[in-house]
């Protein structure tokens, strides 16, 4: 499910916009890659093609002035 989807990225800390986005194009495609195949491994699939370090939930860092 999409639930599934975000969950598994916000505990890899990864955007929940970019989860969507996967869970979508995955969905559409009736769960289906670009070449075609069958995705039988959903979380190995969103490691493979969409946890990049720009999908990743920016920190952002604390200065402290003393």
Do not use: C, H, P
């Not at 979380?43 to 969409?50: A, L, P």
């Amino acid at each position: 499910t999409i639930d599934e989807v975000i969950l598994y990225f916000k505990e890899n800390g990864y955007k929940d916009e970019v989860a969507r986005k996967a869970f979508n194009f995955y969905n559409t495609a009736d769960w289906q890659d670009t070449q075609g195949r069958q995705v039988k491994n959903w979380k190995q699939k969103m490691i493979g093609v969409w946890f990049k370090d720009e999908n990743k939930i920016s920190q952002q860092v604390k200065i402290r002035v003393k």
